[in-house]
């Protein structure tokens, strides 16, 4: 379950019993009260958000709502004003090995002289560790990854040559071969075409029927719905977070977008279609 | 004329290309991740440190000097950080100030060192700034030599770490790699890789030992590991050539000529690179737009024969004529008959103007390329849009073998399916 914690702090204690029988394992991701600043100005703040359960999330919101932030402060990748986070019950730098991460495709250089089996092969690092070279065995790894997101034939072209969603799904095949229990993806459906479009969408179910957990930037209201088991409404703080039926709604919409109609436009679209398909 | 060299001289040509490789195989690194001007602003508030250690030690001691160097250039790049950090001011501004800064200390205290002490005006400090490799001794080469491999080493052992730093830092943070003190490796590579390098080549100049090597070794190979052999391999030849030069012609520094010959490489590479040089690149535009024209070419030539054919527009319909071209394809006559001169040269049609048998398969190709491609481009818009291209066999040479079979069949039943333009000949003379 995806909620937002209730600001008791005293909860735990007057219901003890209750709170070691009903929450054996510890939530997948504990944001806790997370502010974060660049310079003064706030970007996100005070966001507290647990997700109990490995779900597909998605992370909704307006552009500079602080949704990719989001991601790189559970990551560690922007520095806390405050707050904390935990994953699997424990500080982030001690389960980096169980993180899968696809960050933006514009965040590297696409003229780096490597092929697109060695960018793979980045994702079977971490479990490398310092000194050991890649052998058969990682190569195999991402030879599997790569034909998982149709990109087997292009193993050994320059990564330079490749399009947009080519670049999108090396990303992704990369994120596979760390073999993670959780995966944060920054907008992997942004400006891709449709064939990729289809590989993420198929991959995402995967990983539901795996029971990972997979946290997703998303900027296309309409297609919340289909993808999605939760949603997390953002803009700066969480408006609402919970599961898509509940929470997927024009009123939160309407708050988290201050009302403008052109996407609420295609929200409503996407609720009507969710509404008839059940 | 090109004498064997003395002793003097090989032990300088070792030492110079030492520091070639060095700096190349750094350097690539450095301008990967982005941090080559670095190097050069290091190099720059090196030249204080220099002065200063010489001031202390009251002679020309080489490692003192050297440490002294070292001292500030990393003096400089840290409140190179700390600008970009306490203040709004960018890394290029911080870049440019600390360097410049530097630098103007440096020749203050050079001159005051020149004029002030007796020991200093015979020191030669003014090689450090345009270099000097003639004042090289043995010593200095074996010096050279440990730190050179000191970053080979370096290199080959966190190979695959240095890469995905380079490469994607976010992603090698949250994977759990300490990139912080990744990047400060590198940059003490760096930073001994320009200190080693300043009696040589001077502080003005040292940077381009760094950047060269590296940018001219993209143009060869798109592999990093070969990228940094081809690298070390250029910053090998431009130490080497250049203190060649600099040996042979008396009292021209060693700086500027290692440069100009850094930049001659790079120069070479740019244009006659098979990766991304402007000649490979011309090849390969030439080749496709030959290749376009003649599968254009192809397709208006089997219009018009089959514009005769079917339509018995003009007689002798065998015969593709300028004339049929230029009705079928709506085009002047004068570009009609080049079209058709041009399809007699390149063996398409026979003299007559009657299609060759390989001019008619391959236009038989180039046509179901096009009218497949076509076809799919309207049934299936969106697996299309990203495999479009202007070369239609290219467009629709990866496509699903079933979704070519359902396209053929829909053509056929459309009568749009083409057929070879020469057994279509002989059935359809008869009016």
């Not at chain 2, 002679?59 to 790049?77: D, H, Y």
């Not at chain 2, 012609?249 to 244009?271: C, D, H, N, Q």
């Amino acid at each position: 379950m995806l909620r937002q914690p209730e600001h008791d702090r005293n909860a735990d204690e007057t219901a003890p019993a209750e709170a070691t029988t009903a929450r054996a394992a510890p939530p997948v991701v504990d944001v806790h009260d997370v502010t974060v600043a660049y310079h003064r100005r706030p970007v996100l703040w005070d966001v507290d958000l647990v997700l109990d359960e490995p779900r597909l999330v998605g992370i909704v919101g307006p552009n500079g709502a602080g949704k990719s932030t989001l991601i790189k402060a559970i990551l560690g990748l922007v520095p806390l004003a405050s707050g904390r986070v935990q994953i699997f019950g424990q500080e982030v730098a001690a389960v980096r090995r169980r993180i899968g991460y696809v960050p933006q495709r514009e965040s590297v250089d696409w003229d780096f002289p490597v092929t697109v089996l060695d960018v793979v092969l980045m994702g079977t690092y971490g479990r490398l560790g310092w000194l050991r070279r890649p052998g058969r065995r990682e190569r195999d790894t991402a030879r599997e990854c790569l034909a998982h997101v149709g990109m087997a034939d292009y193993a050994s072209r320059q990564i330079g040559q490749l399009s947009g969603g080519q670049q999108q799904r090396v990303f992704l095949a990369r994120a596979l071969a760390q073999q993670a229990d959780i995966y944060f993806m920054d907008e992997p459906m942004a400006g891709v075409d449709a064939a990729t479009e289809r590989v993420v969408f198929d991959l995402l179910a995967e990983l539901r029927r795996q029971h990972k957990a997979v946290l997703v930037v998303h900027h296309d209201l309409r297609t919340v719905p289909k993808y999605f088991d939760y949603v997390v409404l953002l803009n700066m703080g969480v408006v609402a977070a919970g599961p898509t039926a509940d929470v997927f709604t024009t009123k939160n919409l309407q708050q988290t977008y201050g009302g403008r109609l052109s996407v609420l436009d295609d929200a409503a679209e996407a609720l009507q279609k969710q509404q008839r398909s059940r | 004329m090109f004498a064997w060299p003395a002793y003097n001289t090989l032990v300088v040509l070792a030492g110079a290309s030492l520091l070639g490789m060095a700096g190349g195989l750094v350097g690539s690194f450095a301008v990967l991740r982005r941090r080559s001007l670095l190097g050069d602003a290091l190099a720059h508030a090196a030249l204080p440190g220099l002065c200063l250690a010489f001031l202390l030690v009251g002679r020309r001691s080489l490692p003192a000097m050297q440490a002294g160097a070292l001292a500030t250039g990393v003096l400089g790049v840290i409140v190179i950080a700390l600008l970009r950090r306490a203040t709004r001011v960018k890394e290029d501004a911080a870049i440019g100030i600390v360097l410049s800064v530097a630098f103007g200390a440096g020749v203050v205290l050079l001159r005051y060192i020149q004029n002030e002490t007796t020991e200093g005006s015979k020191a030669g400090l003014d090689a450090y700034l345009f270099g000097k490799t003639a004042g090289m001794i043995a010593a200095d080469v074996v010096f050279i030599a440990a730190v050179a491999a000191l970053c080979a080493a370096a290199v080959l052992i966190l190979f695959k770490e240095l890469k995905l730093v380079a490469f994607d830092s976010a992603f090698a943070h949250v994977q759990g790699w300490p990139t912080l003190s990744l990047d400060l490796l590198l940059l003490g590579l760096i930073a001994v890789s320009v200190v080693i390098s300043l009696p040589a080549v001077g502080v003005v100049l040292t940077a381009a030992l760094l950047i060269l090597p590296g940018a001219a070794a993209r143009f060869w190979t798109s592999r990093l590991d070969r990228l940094l052999v081809v690298a070390m391999l250029f910053g090998l030849l431009t130490g080497a050539i250049g203190t060649l030069i600099s040996a042979q012609v008396a009292g021209l520094p060693a700086g500027p000529l290692i440069v100009l010959v850094g930049a001659a490489l790079f120069l070479i590479s740019a244009l006659a690179g098979p990766r991304r040089g402007a000649v490979a690149r011309w090849i390969a535009l030439t080749l496709q737009r030959r290749q376009l024209a003649k599968q254009r070419l192809l397709i208006a030539l089997y219009e018009a024969s089959d514009l005769a054919k079917t339509q018995g527009l003009l007689p002798g319909a065998q015969v593709i004529t300028a004339g049929a071209l230029a009705v079928s394809e709506a085009m002047p006559i004068a570009k009609a008959r080049r079209d058709v001169r041009a399809g007699q040269r390149a063996g398409l049609l026979d003299r007559a103007g009657a299609w060759t048998e390989r001019g008619a398969s391959q236009a038989l190709a180039a046509v179901r390329a096009q009218r497949i491609c076509r076809q799919a481009l309207r049934d299936y818009p969106e697996l299309m849009v990203s495999r479009f291209d202007l070369d239609y066999s290219a467009a629709v040479a990866d496509l699903p073998r079933e979704l070519l079979e359902t396209i053929e069949l829909k053509l056929r039943r459309e009568g749009a399916w083409p057929d070879n333009p020469r057994s279509g000949m002989t059935a359809g003379t008869s009016p």
